[in-house]
Nanobody, 121 residues
Framework: QVQLVESGGGLVQAGGSLRLSCAAS????????MGWFRQAPGKEREFVAL???????YYPDSVKGRFTISRDNAKNTVYLQMNSLKPEDTAIYYC???????????????WGQGTQVTVSS
């Protein structure tokens, strides 16, 4: 069982930055693929970034070059640094964990409660 708690969301102007954190419980954090997803009102949950247990990272084109995912296994924490934010980045951001490497939300077993990110124009 893994519990995930996100933090760091908020309101920011377009062009600004935010760093999200996701703290995980459990002793096997380093074995998990950690993912970030987001969901805007009326839209499906979409993939934002993932980092594997081997520190490989993957991003969709919509955030590549602007967002950076990283993990600190000593702190059981994964981060999402978001730069050059756009109004279309506005959504609830969720942290997820699973042993598999996947870019689809349905593949992840464990989820946090989400944190709101709002980007004003």
């Amino acid at each position: 069982q893994v519990q995930l708690v996100e933090s760091g969301g908020g309101l920011v102007q377009a062009g600004g930055s935010l760093r999200l954190s996701c703290a995980a419980s459990g002793r096997t954090f380093s074995s998990y693929t950690m993912g970030w997803f987001r969901q805007a009102p009326g839209k499906e949950r979409e993939f934002v970034a993932l980092v594997t247990s081997g520190d490989s990272t993957y991003y969709p084109d919509s955030v590549k070059g602007r967002f950076t995912i990283s993990r600190d296994n000593a702190k059981n924490t994964v981060y999402l640094q978001m730069n050059s934010l756009k109004p279309e980045d506005t959504a609830i951001y969720y942290c997820a964990a699973d042993y598999r490497v996947a870019m689809v939300a349905g593949a992840y077993r464990y989820w946090g409660q989400g944190t709101q990110v709002t980007v004003s124009s």
